[in-house]
């Protein structure tokens, strides 16, 4: 049964409850919990004491101060002890046939899971990503779940490996997929590829050696990618440790502005492997190994853990999984 029909049942429960519980007074009305109503419901069914404590696994003191708080809630005697059995009046009977049906839908709502059909679901799921994964993924996944869930609807929430933890704690998020990583008892993590980087530039806008050299990548005009404004990176970190420098004339926290720029303007910019193999083809560029021992980035799927019985993203990792799993990790050329 999906959330809205279980909210529905409930609702229609919670309706039967108050108006079989409307003649009893609201300061009594606070002390009925579904415990006491399961009691009742067992005591009917058993009639007597002793079997309903048995199969309720209460002592029988228990199960009579149960039955002594549900007489004077409904301010009826409820049960007549006639030889060995108690008899229903008139009055448990009808509270046990309203109440017998209601009990059984919420039984199976509460033990059965719930049911996702990529088929015929319409759901919103939200992703979160920064736009070179969404670049690279989106075209892929929106083209398979076209065929696979046609209703599906994504909301994609732009995002950063610095934001992203908190975007899946506060639940603003369902399913993120980003290189961050972190070590929240709550977060639940698989990786789904792992890849270096690419230097690009346009050819009409800079004639370099193939594989760059490093002297050569230092001396060029360098975009940078960062979500902090700070013109500053892993490159320069490696650069630095070598006596070296390098020319940042911009930085964005969009790799979508990466490849006008660079059909535009001699310089050079150091992007995710992936996204360089696509940017070659689309937009004409020429991509080079990185002459540093930069490490490699890991791409991952990330949850919280609440959604580990939601079916649906359950499914939704799997395609996406799916999806990068037919992109190949063959090794670029130099």
Same mark, same amino acid.
């Given at each position: 049964?999906?959330?809205t ?18 003649p ?7 002390g009925? &919990?579904?415990? $006491?109503? #399961?009691?009742? =419901?067992v005591l009917?069914?058993?009639?007597? @004491?002793?079997?309903? /404590? ?15 708080r549900?007489?004077t809630?409904f301010?009826?005697?409820?049960f007549?002890?006639?030889?060995q059995?108690m ?5 448990a009977?009808?509270l ?6 209601a ?8 033990g ?9 679901d319409?759901?919103?799921i939200?992703l979160?990503?920064t736009?070179?994964?969404?670049i690279?993924?989106?075209p ?10 046609p209703?599906l ?6 995002? &950063?490996?610095? $934001?992203? #933890?908190?975007? =899946? ?6 399913? @993120?997929?980003?290189? /961050?990583?972190?070590q929240?008892g ?9 890849s270096?980087?690419r230097?690009l530039w ?10 760059l050299p490093?002297?050569v ?11 902090r404004?700070r013109a500053?990176?892993v490159?320069?970190d ?9 020319t ?6 969009h790799?979508s ?20 193999t ?7 560029l020429? &991509? ?9 980035y890991?791409?991952?799927a990330?949850?919280?853990a609440r ?20 992109q ?6 130099a």
């Amino acid at each position: 049964m999906s959330g809205t029909g279980t909210i529905i049942l409930l609702a229609v429960l919670l309706f039967k409850l108050i108006n079989l519980i409307l003649p009893i007074m609201e300061n009594d009305f606070r002390g009925v &919990d579904l415990n $006491l109503l #399961v009691t009742f =419901l067992v005591l009917y069914r058993e009639k007597s @004491v002793s079997a309903a /404590a048995d199969k309720l696994h209460l002592g029988q003191p228990a199960v009579s101060g149960a039955l002594a708080r549900l007489r004077t809630l409904f301010d009826d005697p409820l049960f007549i002890r006639t030889g060995q059995v108690m008899r229903p009046t008139a009055r448990a009977d009808y509270l046990a046939t309203q109440l017998s049906p209601a009990f059984e839908h919420l039984q199976s709502v509460l033990g059965e899971p719930e049911k996702f059909d990529p088929l015929t679901d319409s759901r919103v799921i939200t992703l979160g990503m920064t736009d070179w994964v969404e670049i690279w993924l989106m075209p892929l996944l929106l083209k398979r779940l076209k065929a696979k869930a046609p209703n599906l609807r994504i909301n994609l929430v732009a995002t &950063d490996p610095f $934001l992203d #933890v908190d975007r =899946l704690e506060n639940d603003s998020v369902d399913l @993120v997929i980003s290189v /961050a990583s972190a070590q929240a008892g709550w977060l639940k993590q698989r990786a789904l590829l792992s890849s270096g980087f690419r230097a690009l530039w346009h050819p009409q806008q800079l004639d370099l050696p193939r594989p760059l050299p490093l002297a050569v990548y230092s001396q060029q005009r360098h975009l940078l990618v960062t979500y902090r404004e700070r013109a500053h990176g892993v490159v320069d970190d490696m650069l630095e440790k070598q006596g070296m420098t390098r020319t940042i004339h911009y930085t964005t926290p969009h790799f979508s502005a990466l490849p006008r720029i660079l059909q535009q303007t001699p310089s050079i910019a150091t992007v995710p492997e992936k996204l360089a193999t696509q940017w070659c083809q689309y937009y004409g560029l020429i &991509d080079s190994s990185v002459p540093l021992a930069l490490p490699t980035y890991t791409l991952s799927a990330l949850w919280h853990a609440r959604q580990d019985s939601n079916p649906a993203i359950t499914w939704l990792y799997g395609q996406i999984a799916e999806v990068v799993a037919e992109q190949g990790t063959e090794p670029p050329p130099a």
